[in-house]
């Protein structure tokens, strides 16, 4: 709501029998909000669930069937300690080896997410300087004035581009740049406003949704399961790729039905709409690429592609073998040397625009400044998972649906996990505070069911990103509907056929890919 709109009257100054004043609309909670609320009610259920815990192998992990009930051995001040230390441990706590509690002052191996922190801000400052160059931005544009007389080409072009960017480096947020672009330019083809809106939100959102090495959702989540970002990269991709191109038809079959029959459209035609697109059909050519601006959409793309390299287990992925011996130039990175890689790739982007000391050294900053919030999510969430596992109610909680995966056949384990994130989806809009939450409780039970972890991670980000396609609580979905002028019931009644769809694909994917591990 717009700060300076008209407030209501002071109470004292409404007739006791008139019309109560405009009451303000409610305003779903942050993800830093939310996340603050599960932590006071996970902390209270602590005390009311039974702590206990398995018997785990020498890599930790624990083994089905030996749960048995144990004492916590926490004072009620003990367990204030935890509530009030809980940000500190998210962030950088140890895991005591040998009584498994967690703390700031202990010694053992880093429980936090500090590495996982870290890398988030160093990409946020990668991904602000990249932009502040113009080249993407300049890049995206000439694209679509290119294709601006094959309408059909156009719309897959823009929408594959914007996968590609959403599969890698979770392009969301920053597409409500776009719309300004996309919607004359649709017009101007005979479109409406929801092939631009469907162009620019479905084409990122399928990238995300069949996240590959997204660090927001798929590098989180592997971390929080204990697993290689590249693990299960192959099932990754051909999701990505079948998503992406069903997608893009079902957003050209509507926008061909349209431009044939304008009676046709869910949004019909606003006003003067026909003389803004013949305005953007006239439109002069976006200025040219210049060298520096090819120089760094390649930078750009050779370091994404290095991060690709770097944590895909190759000797695991060519031999089908995920214990074999790693090849001799396989990098086995993980979060540490991702994050200093994309510090590095920072200030080469800088180097190579021109930017300047004082500018690159504000431009970083400020990239770090804009990425705190979602790094301050994962602290959080990793927070609550301290305080579930002082308590010793973590297994609890495992052992307690133990029961039914066991004996479920691994293919079902698959989609079961997909359907249980859909409403803390919802609940957690944040696909980094969702990953640190829900995966060290879910990588287990996959487990369990004899299903690889990679797996389990794929069916959660289906999830979360099948839900962040149509939630009302994400910027990128009532953003973008507004900055289109597109009613929002308007904009769930075109996507509800393609989420169905979507969802059937999820669930045989993810249980094609549990089923053959």
């Avoid at 290119?146 to 392009?171: K, N, P, Q």
């Avoid at 370091?303 to 090849?327: E, H, K, R």
């Avoid at 002082?390 to 079961?416: Q, R, Y």
């Amino acid at each position: 709501m717009d700060p300076n709109a008209q407030q209501p009257p002071p109470a004292e100054a409404a007739p006791d029998d008139g019309p109560a004043g405009p009451r303000r609309a409610f305003t779903f909670p942050s993800a830093l909000t939310v996340l603050v609320i599960v932590t006071l009610a996970v902390w209270v259920l602590a005390f009311v669930i039974p702590s206990g815990g398995y018997d785990r192998d020498d890599a930790g992990t624990p083994l089905q069937g030996t749960y048995h009930r144990t004492p916590s051995g926490q004072s009620f001040t003990d367990r204030l300690g935890d509530l009030f230390l809980s940000p500190v441990n998210g962030l950088y706590g140890v895991q005591d080896p040998k009584t498994g509690q967690v703390g700031p002052t202990l010694t053992g191996e880093l429980y936090g997410s500090a590495g996982v922190f870290l890398f988030v801000l160093a990409i946020g400052a990668f991904i602000t300087v990249v932009f502040s160059t113009g080249a993407l931005d300049r890049g995206i544009a000439r694209l679509a004035h290119r294709l601006r007389d094959r309408g059909a080409l156009l719309i897959a072009g823009v929408m594959a581009v914007f996968s590609l960017l959403g599969t890698v480096e979770g392009f969301a947020e920053e597409t409500l740049g776009f719309y300004g672009l996309v919607v004359p330019l649709m017009l101007a083809l005979g479109y409406d406003r929801m092939v631009a809106t469907a162009t620019i939100i479905l084409g990122a959102g399928i990238g995300v949704l069949c996240s590959t090495v997204n660090p927001f959702a798929t590098g989180v989540a592997s971390s929080a399961a204990d697993v290689s970002l590249g693990d299960g990269i192959g099932l990754r991709v051909l999701m990505w790729l079948v998503l992406t191109g069903v997608t893009i038809g079902y957003v050209v079959r509507y926008a061909r039905r349209v431009r044939a029959d304008p009676d046709r459209s869910l949004v019909g035609f606003l006003p003067g709409d026909r003389d803004r697109a013949r305005a953007a059909g006239g439109r002069a050519a976006p200025p040219p690429l210049t060298g520096l601006h090819t120089t760094v959409l390649i930078t750009v793309a050779l370091v994404f592609a290095f991060m690709i390299f770097s944590v895909i287990p190759w000797s695991g992925a060519l031999t089908g073998d995920a214990g074999a011996a790693p090849y001799a130039f396989e990098l086995g990175w993980s979060f540490p040397q991702l994050a200093a890689l994309f510090l590095a790739a920072s200030i080469l982007v800088g180097v190579i625009a021109r930017m300047g000391e004082q500018r690159l050294s504000a431009t970083f900053v400020q990239g770090v400044a804009e990425f705190v919030s979602p790094a301050l999510v994962i602290v959080l969430a990793r927070g609550v998972t301290t305080i579930m596992n002082n308590a010793k109610i973590t297994d609890t909680v495992l052992h307690a649906v133990e029961g039914t995966v066991s004996g479920t056949p691994s293919a079902l384990f698959g989609i079961m996990v997909y359907v249980v994130n859909l409403p803390l989806a919802f609940l957690i809009p944040s696909t980094s505070g969702h990953a640190t939450l829900a995966m060290p409780v879910l990588a287990p039970l996959a487990d369990f069911a004899d299903v690889p972890r990679a797996v389990a991670v794929t069916a959660w980000q289906a999830a979360s990103g099948w839900m962040n396609l149509w939630v009302p609580t994400t910027a990128v979905i009532m953003g973008g509907v507004s900055l289109a002028k597109v009613g929002y019931d308007r904009y769930l009644r075109f996507v509800w056929p393609l989420l169905a769809l979507l969802a059937v694909l999820i669930c045989a994917f993810v249980g094609l890919g549990a089923a053959m591990s």
